[in-house]
């Protein structure tokens, strides 16, 4: 069975002059152990169902089910907490705090604290190939690819099967760009993670087990 499935989504919103229908009834199935990108142009509704998908809001029509739940029927704010790990091009780390502390928020919001949650910290953060001093250090004392590999970290620590990552690589340099998208397909491949790409970066689609066109709306499987 698919962990997240989208049927029949669709949503529109208005801007100061006009609706805008963001989404037309999009239908799609996503699995475990595979990586997906969607990609498209500005507006095509690309940003929409990722938000959607992560819970931030509801579809008007239609219903998305995480392991055959609809969200509507879920807490939200929950379902954020604990099942539906977001990546962000812009890292969204709490500056204030340590990488460890960065790390062990969200297993702190589940209920894990204390010695277990600094012992999976730890796990997290070679899994994401960091040293283990970077642990002690702060997002500022980081590059951005250190960065966006301990924002990983944070969203693996949530333990949920379900990665979004929005424009992963939007803020990082060829290089470290790529040893994002490999660290996210090994996570796919050999944890059984379902990985969702949104991106304008065309030159990691060869690495991605499908490759979703969104367009007016619409959906569309090209790879």
Avoid: W
Avoid at 131 to 147: H, I, N, V, W, Y
Avoid at 153 to 158: E, I, Q, Y
Wanted: proline fraction near 3%; charge should be negative.
């Amino acid at each position: 069975m698919a962990i997240l499935e989208v049927k029949d989504v669709r949503f529109s919103y208005r801007t100061r002059y006009h609706q805008v229908d963001a989404l037309k009834g999009v239908t799609y199935a996503f699995d475990e152990g595979k990586v997906y990108a969607l990609v498209g142009k500005s507006g095509s509704g690309k940003s929409t169902l990722l938000s959607l998908m992560a819970g931030l809001d509801l579809p008007q029509e239609g219903e998305i089910l995480f392991e055959g739940r609809p969200t509507s029927a879920m807490n939200l704010d929950q379902y954020r907490r604990e099942k539906a790990a977001v990546i962000y091009q812009s890292f969204r780390l709490f500056p204030a705090l340590t990488v460890e502390e960065n790390v062990t928020y969200p297993m702190e919001l589940r209920g894990l604290g204390g010695k277990a949650a600094r012992e999976q910290a730890r796990a997290l953060i070679q899994k994401v190939n960091l040293p283990e001093t970077a642990l002690d250090r702060f997002p500022s004392m980081l590059s951005g690819g250190e960065q966006q590999r301990v924002a990983i970290a944070r969203a693996l620590g949530m333990d949920s099967k379900l990665l979004l990552a929005d424009e992963p690589t939007g803020n990082l340099d060829t290089e470290n760009g790529n040893h994002i998208i490999d660290l996210l397909v090994r996570l796919a491949h050999e944890d059984g993670y379902c990985v969702i790409i949104a991106t304008h970066d065309m030159d990691i689609l060869q690495k991605m087990d499908c490759v979703c066109r969104v367009q007016d709306g619409t959906l569309h499987t090209v790879k």
